[in-house]
């Protein structure tokens, strides 16, 4: 006879396991007030250890010493007991576990109330956040950069490929590569003209215009955390790489792009010929003769692009707990009907990013789909537009005809018009066209009716959605624009910081400095508006600028803040040019 198990165990684990993934994926299920409880013991030794005394009594067995549930006992359990170090369990707030541990949840769930003193079940609190913090440290450990990602909350780290680690240095070259419009043959256009920040690094055009005039089939899609994404386009199940996808834009001829096409040599050229390039070369790719090739060239691109993260919206700070009312309660109901089985909407927009294809550090495999949401329903052969048939192009299997990626839906409302060829203008009609389970156009030569296509997914079916939720949605698709994004100096065009935006010069002498860390310590004088005379420590924008700095030497530089911290560039020594 199989031995059962302690109700305590059974029971937190089943809690947990449901808990954490109704309230990150399907909407929150623990109230509002247990978001708002806290911990009233403090980060103790004491308080830290009595919590893993209680742990290792009464929750190993299920989610094991490292919380990562992979025991014998916890591979048995249906449900599957949750991954307290799992990123998802990042946005679950201490009053939320010690709710869990309190109240339980009917009918599987009793309360453990009288099993644990108030004080224990914040221990254990204590101690699950503790497995949390070491697991994330692991991570930084394995990403072995200096780069600070500022992961938003709830977010894994993303998966860094082993041949391209992300530096400071590499992400500050690419920032400038990612705005030069020396990287097309004309030099009319760079990256960023059709990933621009201020549309989360899409653009308003439904399709590319290239540096030639030629118009493309499909629209850009949003990069903001395109670190996450295993298959990076539209409709190409075998583009998963940033650094092969980085060389399609500027060499392809089928639309011609940046038009780059047999110029590779006057590509290095044109970009030697910059004087801030040889220092930001040279500091990307230490120890090389040569730093200048077109391998470095689009690594750092895309190092600078796995760093534009997105996870600050309204909704984020709603979700994480930090500010309860950011959304309204319109947006509250739009997330219950995005997450609910009638909608339907998460099946290929779930996730902490919002979509179905998704990769991240340490995650088991890459999940990939592609979808037919009913868009077309031509008559012929084929029921989409020849140009435009989604993955078939690659398959030559007729039941991928019109199957393209869910794109992320972060940011959504910053990046109409909408679908893969931005045939759809506004987010209304975007909601218009699924709750009729397709779209149906009248007449044309793309007339029919998407609902009765053969390769629609399952997912895609007549909603009829009433005006008060079509409205709830769309406040709920509101909230998701992260406003930080946009304006970020940090994914700024650098060229532009370096030529006309206002300079905070700051004078004082080094009091410290760490080479490793890419930081320096200076007791300074007041920075004309921008900040008091102290003694503060500021990260190099370019970590190259420390060589010939030493302690007590009178420097200068150029002072900006992101975020919390305090950057320093051009730092050199004072009265040198």
């Given at each position: 006879?199989?031995?059962?198990?302690?109700p305590?165990?059974?029971?937190?684990?089943?809690?947990l396991?449901?808990?954490?993934?109704?309230h990150?994926?399907?909407?929150?299920?623990?109230p509002?007030?247990?978001?708002?409880?806290?911990?009233p013991?403090?980060l103790?030794?004491d308080?830290?250890?009595a919590?893993?005394?209680?742990?290792?009594?009464?929750c190993?067995?299920?989610?094991?010493?490292?919380?990562?549930?992979?025991?014998?006992?916890?591979?048995?359990?249906?449900?599957?007991?949750?991954?307290?170090?799992?990123?998802?369990?990042d946005?679950?707030?201490?009053?939320?576990?010690?709710?869990?541990?309190?109240?339980?949840?009917?009918?599987?769930?009793?309360?453990?109330?009288?099993?644990?003193?108030?004080?224990?079940?914040?221990?254990?609190?204590?101690?699950?956040?503790?497995?949390?913090?070491?697991?994330?440290?692991e991570e930084?450990?394995?990403?072995?950069?200096?780069y600070?990602?500022q992961?938003?909350?709830g977010?894994?780290?993303?998966k860094?490929?082993?041949?391209?680690?992300?530096?400071?240095?590499?992400?500050?070259?690419?920032?400038?590569?990612?705005?030069?419009?020396?990287l097309?043959?004309?030099?009319t256009?760079?990256?960023?003209?059709c990933?621009?920040?201020?549309?989360?690094?899409?653009?308003?055009?439904?399709?590319?215009?290239?540096?030639?005039?030629?118009?493309?089939?499909r629209?850009?899609?949003?990069?903001?955390?395109?670190?996450y994404?295993?298959?990076?386009?539209?409709?190409?199940?075998?583009?998963r790489?940033?650094?092969?996808?980085?060389?399609?834009?500027?060499?392809?001829?089928?639309?011609?792009?940046?038009?780059?096409?047999g110029?590779?040599?006057?590509?290095?050229?044109?970009?030697?010929?910059?004087?801030r390039?040889?220092?930001?070369?040279?500091?990307a790719?230490?120890?090389?003769p040569?730093?200048?090739?077109?391998?470095?060239?689009?690594?750092?691109?895309?190092?600078?692009?796995?760093?534009?993260?997105?996870?600050?919206?309204?909704?984020d700070?709603?979700?994480?707990?930090?500010?309860l009312?950011?959304?309204?309660?319109?947006?509250?109901?739009?997330?219950?009907?995005f997450?609910?089985?009638?909608?339907?909407?998460?099946?290929?927009?779930?996730g902490?990013?919002?979509?179905?294809?998704?990769?991240?550090?340490?995650?088991?495999?890459?999940?990939?789909e592609?979808?037919n949401?009913?868009?077309?329903?031509?008559?012929?052969?084929?029921?989409?537009?020849?140009?435009?048939?989604?993955?078939?192009?690659?398959?030559?299997?007729?039941?991928?005809?019109?199957?393209?990626?869910?794109?992320?839906?972060?940011?959504?409302?910053?990046?109409?018009?909408y679908?893969?060829?931005?045939?759809?203008?506004?987010?209304?009609?975007?909601?218009?066209?699924?709750s009729?389970g397709?779209?149906?156009?009248?007449?044309?030569?793309?007339?029919?009716?998407g609902?009765?296509?053969?390769?629609?997914s399952?997912?895609?079916?007549?909603?009829?959605?009433?005006?008060?939720?079509?409205?709830d949605?769309?406040?709920?698709?509101?909230?998701?624009?992260?406003?930080?994004?946009?304006?970020?100096?940090?994914?700024?065009?650098?060229?532009?910081?370096?030529?006309?935006?206002?300079?905070?010069v700051?004078?004082?002498?080094?009091?410290?400095l760490d080479?490793?860390?890419?930081?320096?310590?200076i007791?300074?004088g007041?920075?004309?508006?921008?900040?008091?005379?102290?003694?503060?420590e500021?990260?190099?924008?370019?970590?190259?600028d420390?060589?010939g700095?030493?302690?007590?030497q009178?420097?200068?530089?150029?002072?900006?803040?992101?975020?919390?911290?305090?950057?320093?560039d051009?730092?050199?020594?004072?009265?040198?040019?």
């Open positions: 006879m199989r031995r059962s198990l302690p305590c165990l059974l029971c937190l684990a089943f809690l396991s449901q808990v954490s993934r109704a990150v994926g399907h909407g929150h299920v623990l509002a007030k247990a978001r708002r409880l806290v911990n013991l403090p103790s030794t308080n830290i250890q919590g893993q005394n209680l742990y290792q009594a009464r190993v067995a299920c989610h094991g010493a490292d919380g990562r549930a992979n025991t014998p006992l916890a591979l048995r359990m249906q449900p599957r007991p949750a991954n307290l170090v799992d990123h998802l369990m946005s679950m707030r201490d009053g939320e576990i010690w709710w869990v541990q309190t109240h339980g949840v009917a009918p599987a769930m009793p309360s453990f109330s009288k099993t644990l003193k108030p004080d224990e079940r914040w221990q254990v609190v204590l101690w699950v956040k503790e497995l949390q913090r070491r697991q994330h440290a930084r450990t394995k990403l072995a950069s200096d600070d990602w992961i938003p909350a977010f894994p780290y993303p860094i490929p082993a041949d391209n680690p992300v530096t400071t240095a590499k992400v500050t070259l690419g920032r400038y590569l990612f705005y030069d419009k020396r097309s043959g004309n030099q256009q760079s990256c960023a003209t990933h621009q920040q201020r549309y989360a690094f899409a653009d308003q055009r439904g399709r590319g215009l290239g540096s030639t005039g030629e118009l493309h089939p629209g850009a899609m949003s990069l903001a955390n395109v670190a994404s295993p298959a990076l386009t539209w409709a190409n199940p075998n583009m790489r940033l650094e092969q996808q980085a060389l399609v834009p500027m060499f392809g001829d089928h639309p011609v792009e940046m038009g780059m096409t110029q590779e040599g006057k590509l290095i050229q044109r970009l030697k010929q910059e004087p390039y040889q220092p930001l070369f040279a500091a790719y230490p120890g090389e040569e730093p200048f090739t077109l391998s470095n060239i689009v690594k750092a691109i895309s190092t600078f692009e796995r760093t534009i993260l997105s996870g600050r919206s309204p909704y700070q709603y979700r994480t707990g930090q500010n009312k950011a959304i309204s309660e319109s947006a509250k109901r739009g997330e219950t009907m997450y609910s089985e009638r909608a339907e909407c998460f099946h290929c927009h779930g902490f990013n919002f979509t179905g294809t998704v990769d991240y550090l340490d995650k088991g495999f890459a999940e990939v592609f979808h949401n009913g868009l077309y329903n031509i008559k012929g052969e084929l029921s989409y537009p020849k140009d435009n048939t989604g993955i078939y192009e690659f398959t030559q299997n007729p039941a991928d005809v019109g199957r393209f990626k869910a794109p992320s839906l972060r940011n959504v409302a910053v990046t109409a018009p679908m893969h060829d931005g045939s759809i203008k506004t987010l209304s009609e975007v909601l218009d066209h699924y009729a397709g779209r149906t156009i009248a007449s044309g030569e793309y007339a029919g009716v609902a009765g296509n053969p390769n629609r399952e997912f895609i079916k007549p909603i009829g959605f009433t005006a008060r939720e079509k409205a949605l769309l406040a709920f698709l509101n909230s998701l624009t992260d406003q930080e994004l946009l304006v970020d100096e940090r994914y700024s065009d650098p060229w532009l910081a370096d030529d006309s935006k206002p300079r905070h700051l004078h004082g002498v080094v009091k410290d080479e490793n860390a890419a930081t320096v310590l007791k300074h007041p920075v004309d508006t921008f900040m008091p005379g102290m003694t503060m500021f990260h190099l924008v370019t970590p190259s420390l060589k700095i030493s302690i007590g009178t420097v200068e530089g150029d002072v900006s803040r992101r975020g919390d911290e305090y950057w320093i051009h730092l050199h020594p004072a009265g040198a040019k």
